[in-house]
């Protein structure tokens, strides 16, 4: 059987192919985005609100851009190290060591290109016939993916618990990732190998504290599975929290894969770029993979990659470290990013009960509930819309609206709308909420029912959350 995505294109050969390609899901990111891409070129609307981006609004900052001319320029061309040239490794080992307060060496590190691809090394390396890997529900689609086409059938979902009590709404707990539910799992599963954990998360901005993750150690000791850990958001956290590594918990390096890069943190998406800490046997395994599959980051990539923490020699070029000067650049676009979190979901908020948006922790993600909006008469009887999907779909070809729907990413995500508000401020977030809510006022009031606000107020009330979080 020839899977979905090539039938659906009408591209049919006629030989047997991998069955397991039925398995393979998608990042929707990627492929809606090339349909927001059409709708803009179209004109239908004089603008598209991009709320659906997984990428980073801010750019790279300059003084990276500059190493990498540099690096160029000194012909820093050809094939490099497989692993990451140990200056390199030694330079993310000590940041990691004093940020993490574990001892981590460069043995315990490999440079790839991306954070992504430790997900496919993790599950070809560790995946035995019949392992179990536990994902979470809703989660980074790419987990779910993989880990069914690598291991179908082997899939278990940890799911959030919803709750939508007037005490959860009032505190943006709308969804919760329990310890409970994931140990429930594991008693009931005989031989789950990996559970895939993300904080920050992708696609909530929800954070996983550190009292649960100690919690999840102890399952750890108590069951004997790997964590890959992906904190590729890590230091895009709000409200004062810190991040805290499941690396920091005593014993955890022998059972963690942590995925991490510098795509989010240091808005360098487009170099892919990233690297992975583990056991040293587990990097042995993966520096043979990576042989195999990529050869070698990019010279001019690893020396970026270095200097981000520390000073770089290669060749006998000297590339001084960058460490200081992009923190202050990168930290006031996460100042940028925890305001426009607490704008958009403040302003979401102003649609309760209808729209129910949890807070924003962390990422530059919110993922509201718009089930009450889907219960809608008029958008059910004369919309006939009937799903998330369908809601998105809606947003954007009739609307010019771009979010991805929860479903997108787990069954869990069913009646939830992914809000990135990674875009800019004054183009697309300040104006798309206040377009957004006029939308959602006519479809509520279109089925009869009395909104929480009218449409005229909303401008003022919009302008009122403008200045509390932008002044
Ligand atoms: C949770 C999560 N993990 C991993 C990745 C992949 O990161 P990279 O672009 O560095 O491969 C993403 C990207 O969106 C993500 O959201």
Redesign the pocket.
Known sequence: MLPKFLSDKGLAPNITINPNLNYLGT?T?FGFGAEVIAVENSKKFPQIFKFHV?DTGPTTPEPIIEVAIQALKNKQTKYGHFAGYPQVRENIAKYWSETRGVEIKKENILLQP????V?ELMFQALLAPGDKIIVQDPG?P?YESLAEFNNHGGVLRWQAHKDESPSAIAQGKILEFRVEDLEKLLVENNQVKILCL?TP??PTGMIIGKEKLEAIAELVRKYKFFVIF?D??DQIVFGGRKQYSFLSIPGMLDWTIN?N????NYAM?GW???FIIAPEWVIEIFGRLAINKWSNVNRMEQIVAGVIFGDVTLDGFEYKSVKDEVQAIINKDFIEYEKKGGFVSESLNLLKPYVVCNEAEG?FYLFPSFQRVLDLKYVREELKITSDVGLRDWLLYEKGIATLSGSDFGQMGAGYIRFSYAEDRNRHIIPGMKYILKVVIELIEKSGEVAPLKVEEVDERVVELERKFFT
């Open positions: 990042e990111a997984g991306g954070g992504k691809p997900i980074y790419v993300n998360q992708n992906d590729i958001y995925l890069g510098y795509s989010k998406t892919r770029l990233g990422a």
